[in-house]
């Protein structure tokens, strides 16, 4: 069975410092990759989806990056964290194959200060 | 620009009751349409899919509709129990496969 890892699971960055979430899959290959923020009360905001390695698609100008160095990680950067990074970051992977449901991680909560 | 509107922020019900959760949408045309249930802390979980061709899916307690001539799904929860009380997002997804989540709706069931 497929399952997704996130971590860390909660981040206390001060503002400025660099970030770095990772996101694996297992039991699965080739998926669509994707980073959701989610503010409190609010619902997920798309920031990157990625279709394979080294490809990756931005929905959302802001001070964050993402990556793909291999087919199941991606990973969410940023070199100077703003207040306002802080929130529910999800990631999510989608078998290509069945495009019927997004499969979330259990999620990173930030907190910059 | 499109726009996705969860018919109210919470809802409070009696357990047994019916619970209706309205997703409304403007300038979208979705291939399909998914209702998840996130619990607090949590990332959500997938429900249910409707296709932009059906007009109603069940699933155990749940139903769902699907009115492309109004923009609109509505979701329920028969027979509600308070373990059913979370938040519940409806997401459109386009024939590319990107998702628009609306804001969410907090449904407590009370016992």
């Known amino acids: 069975s497929q399952t997704i890892h996130q971590w860390p699971a909660t981040l206390v960055q001060p503002v400025g410092s660099p970030l770095s979430l990772e996101c694996t899959v297992e039991?699965?290959?080739?998926?669509?990759l994707y980073w959701y923020r989610q503010a409190a009360g609010r619902g997920l905001q798309l920031l990157f989806y990625s279709v394979g390695i080294g490809q990756i698609s931005s929905e959302v100008p802001q001070n964050l990056s993402a990556s793909r160095p291999q087919d199941r990680q991606f990973i969410l950067s940023s070199k100077k964290l703003l207040l306002s990074d802080s929130g529910f970051y999800l990631c999510?992977?989608?078998?290509?194959?069945?495009?019927?449901?997004?499969?979330f991680g259990p999620g990173t909560r930030l907190t910059v200060l | 620009s499109q726009k996705i509107e969860q018919n109210s922020e919470a809802l409070n019900i009696q357990e047994g009751k019916t619970a209706t959760l309205t997703c409304n949408y403007t300038n979208y045309s979705p291939a399909y349409l998914q209702w998840y249930r996130q619990d607090p802390g949590r990332g959500p979980v997938f429900l249910l899919l409707i296709r932009e061709n059906e007009k109603e899916k069940r699933k155990e307690r749940l139903k769902v509709t699907f009115d492309t001539t109004l923009k609109q799904s509505l979701f329920h929860i028969t027979a509600s129990q308070p373990a059913d009380s979370a938040t519940y997002l409806c997401?459109?997804?386009?024939?590319?496969?990107?998702?628009?989540f609306g804001d969410g709706t907090t449904l407590t069931v009370k016992p």
């Open positions: 999510a992977w989608l078998d290509r194959g069945s495009v019927d449901t997004q499969y």
């Open positions: 039991g699965t290959s080739n998926p669509n």
């Open positions: 997401a459109l997804v386009s024939d590319a496969g990107k998702s628009t």
